[in-house]
Structures are given as structure tokens and as C-alpha cells.
């Protein structure tokens, strides 16, 4: 089975300091990772997957196998920041996209 | 980009009656695509995943005569919610595969209110 906890529902932070937004799996094989970020009244968008190893508005996430984690990191965070974020897991043959349960992120003034 | 248009965004229905939301996939073919509810504040819940020209694998606890979907060419899916009720009132999300180049496209969410 496929799982996907993100155990922050929400975190708040000021503009210029670092971020870490955790997301912690479990998946037998090898799963493919991704974050995606909801702003306010707008659809869900990709923001990075791991195979990529892109770095997106400044956020970088690592897989760590040993772990099972992939945590989303930004080392200077900004207002627009400010949006729920989605850790998310692919695996196995049906491309069937498994959600965390989302963290608000808050990036005060 | 890929771009999935998802319609209508939001809909007023009285219960008992049947509700269409459509999803296309605007330059590029989904032979898979999926289907998703938000509750307020909560994450997406898969319900289905919809293959082109067969039938739609249902997740558990999703009544499969409630949700129909139909994936009749490799650019649309559609969902039909029957026999609406108002616990049906959700935000409805469908997400498209178009492989390795693509990925995942999301719509952009359709707000069914039954009343």
C-alpha cells in the first residue's frame, strides 16, 4: 500500500527565514515523489518531482530512501510563498497518485 | 504546457438529480486519467481511475452506480454524480497522466452544491 504523511497541517514562518515542510513514505517498490502547491483559489500545480532534481522558486526537496522522506526546503522564504503544499507518491503500473494530507504554509511580514 | 480544463467549475443542483462534470486534456492524449474529491481544508481523495475504453477502477468506499465515469476517447473523462444528495456537495478535482513528458495535469476543480 501506498502512503504519504505530511505531520505538519500547518506552519507559519517569517519572510527570510528557512523552511522545511516534512513529508515522510511508505511504498514497497520504488516510488516516484512529488510536492505540489495550491495557492489560494487556484488548481493544484507541480512544484518539483524528485527524478528531476529541479529547484522551483527556490525550493529543493531530496529523497532519502533510508529515511523514506522528502522533505521540501527553501532557505529564504517569501510572502508568496504562503499556500497549502501537497507531498504526493507515484508507484506501480497505475500511475495512481497518492496524496499527504497537506501542510498551510503562512510566510508572515 | 500541458493543460487540462475541467467544467463547470461549480454547480447548483437539487438533490435527486444527476450532475455531469467533464475533463479534457487540451494538447496532449490521457489514456488515464483520475478523479478526486476535496472536503474543506482536507486533502484530495482519490476515487477513481478512469482508462480509456474500459471501465473505472472505483477505490474502496466509492459506490461505483453513484460516480459514473466514462472515458471515451484519450482526451475526455467525464464524471456523473446521480441522484445527487447534499453529503455529495464536494469539491471535485480530475487529474490527467500523459506519461513520462506530461506527468500529472490537474483541472482546475469543480464546486458541486446540492441543495
Known amino acids: 500500500a501506498q502512503r504519504v504523511t505530511q505531520p505538519e497541517k500547518l506552519l507559519s514562518v517569517f519572510k527570510g527565514a528557512p523552511v522545511e515542510l516534512k513529508c515522510n513514505y511508505s511504498?514497497?517498490?520504488?516510488?516516484?515523489l512529488f510536492w505540489y502547491v495550491q495557492y489560494s483559489r487556484q488548481r493544484l500545480q507541480l512544484l518539483l518531482r524528485h527524478i528531476s532534481r529541479e529547484s522551483i522558486k527556490g525550493f529543493t526537496a531530496d529523497l532519502n530512501k533510508g529515511e523514506t522522506s522528502f522533505h521540501l526546503k527553501k532557505p529564504f522564504a517569501q510572502e508568496e510563498d504562503s499556500a497549502m503544499y501537497y507531498c504526493?507518491?507515484?508507484?506501480?503500473?497505475?500511475?495512481?497518485?497518492?496524496f499527504g494530507k497537506g501542510t498551510l504554509l503562512t510566510v508572515n511580514p | 504546457g500541458a493543460v487540462v480544463s475541467q467544467h463547470p467549475s461549480w454547480v447548483i443542483c437539487k438533490s435527486g438529480t444527476s450532475v455531469k462534470i467533464e475533463c479534457r486534456s487540451l494538447?496532449?492524449?490521457?489514456?488515464?486519467m483520475f478523479w478526486y474529491r476535496q472536503f474543506p481544508k482536507q486533502s484530495l481523495m482519490l476515487m477513481a481511475t478512469s482508462n480509456e475504453g474500459s471501465k473505472a477502477t472505483y477505490e474502496q468506499g466509492v459506490e461505483k452506480d453513484k460516480f459514473l465515469i466514462n472515458h471515451a476517447s484519450l482526451t475526455l473523462s467525464t464524471l456523473t454524480v446521480t441522484s445527487a444528495h447534499p453529503e455529495d456537495s464536494s469539491f471535485y478535482i480530475c487529474s490527467a497522466w500523459g506519461g513520462s513528458n506530461y506527468g500529472y495535469t490537474f483541472g482546475s476543480g469543480t464546486r458541486l452544491t446540492v441543495v
Open positions: 504526493a507518491l507515484s508507484g506501480g503500473s497505475n500511475y495512481k497518485l497518492t
Open positions: 511504498y514497497s517498490g520504488s516510488p516516484e
Open positions: 494538447d496532449f492524449q490521457a489514456t488515464t
